[in-house]
């Protein structure tokens, strides 16, 4: 039977960030190897399969998320936004839409 450790680290990552922000993975955007450099975080952090001699950890933000991969594989997600969800998005959800300087958007009462 498989388990967790099985599966590749950004396959596990993807997962995680999924399940918190309640999307398929496939959806999410940017993909994660446009982040990160997947095959070199899978060669030092891949636990007891991994080629390189590297104990520590590795970090990088995603999606309004810092994830720490250390050395074994272990992976964690930690928020640094208040809704990572909508990091690097449009707070407002109109798209183009321009605010005024008090944080409403131009045209709003």
Do not use: K, W
Not at 9 to 30: G, K, N
Not at 35 to 48: F, M, N, Q, S, T
């Amino acid at each position: 039977m498989a388990t967790e450790t099985d599966d590749a680290i950004a396959v596990r990552i993807a997962q995680q960030v999924a399940t918190l922000e309640d999307v398929d993975p496939i959806d999410l955007e940017p993909p994660l190897y446009e982040v990160v450099d997947v095959d070199a975080l899978e060669a030092l952090c891949g636990g007891p399969t991994s080629h390189e001699p590297f104990t520590g950890s590795v970090s990088f933000d995603y999606r309004g998320y810092t994830i720490t991969v250390d050395h074994e594989g272990s992976i964690d997600v930690l928020a640094t936004t208040a809704n990572p969800v909508d990091a690097g998005r449009d707070p407002t959800g109109v798209s183009g839409g321009s605010s005024a300087d008090d944080g409403r958007l131009v045209g709003e009462q």
